[in-house]
């Protein structure tokens, strides 16, 4: 099945606190979700669609290794230089909500180690593998996608949660494998626009789409907005 768009705003509701930007800030996009449900793929993919239009760097977090950079530096979707990883070292939550200091420095590193080559457009935050209720600190990213996976079951949009509700995007990936594992992609699409209103979701197979065509329209259309401001 192709990819889908459900209540497709260009960007999230003023329903939590937002970052201040200031002019000339690269966009901060959280990307956030459980484990396996296929984050450091996405941002692979978003990656390779944008490394030849913009100025972009990837910040990754993991409990207590580097595996998720790693795995984007062997696969070169960007210069290693572009690549950094936070370890952890607990609940992946923690350092993305609760105490963000290392995020914040990482960021200020990856700034300041661009800034005489034009500066940064964008940083993409992932977040290390966690549960339903993880959510990025709006004082860490601007906009936050959350990523869930059909293998979880269809009962996940419906379950809820922060990621799942009050995320900028939500996107329920790897729709290939509906059949396998007796997901029903309509419940999911339901249930999803239930909990979340207006706010968007994105149906997607990274299989079938490797650019993740919906979720790359959105990343652009808020890359618009944030250059617009």
């Known amino acids: 099945m192709p990819p889908h768009f459900l209540d497709g705003q ?108 034009g500066g940064l457009d964008l940083i993409l935050v992932e977040s290390g593998g966690d549960n339903l209720t993880a959510t990025f600190s709006s004082g860490l990213v601007d906009v936050q996608i959350f990523v869930i996976d059909v293998a979880g079951g269809d009962k996940v949009p419906r379950k809820g949660g922060p990621g799942v509700t009050y995320s900028d995007l939500l996107v329920v990936n790897k729709t290939d494998l509906a059949p396998l594992v007796g997901a029903d992609l309509d419940v999911m699409r339901r249930d999803s626009a239930a909990v979340r209103g207006e706010r968007p979701t994105a149906l997607i197979s990274l299989t079938a789409d490797p650019a993740a065509t919906p979720v790359l329209g959105w990343v652009r259309e808020q890359l618009r907005v944030a250059q617009a401001v």
């Open 10 to 117: 260009p960007h999230g509701h003023s329903d939590r606190p937002r970052r201040v930007r200031h002019a000339g800030e690269p966009l901060r996009i959280g990307v956030g979700g459980p484990v396996g449900s296929g984050k450091t793929a996405l941002v692979a993919a978003l990656c390779r669609q944008l490394r030849d239009e913009l100025s972009l760097a990837v910040l990754t977090n993991d409990i207590y290794t580097t595996e998720d950079a790693d795995f984007l530096r062997r696969h070169a979707v960007l210069p290693d230089d572009r690549i950094a990883a936070v370890q952890t070292g607990g609940c992946p939550h923690t350092a993305i909500r609760d105490d963000i200091t290392a995020n914040l420095d990482a960021i200020d590193d990856l700034v300041a180690a661009h800034d005489h080559l």
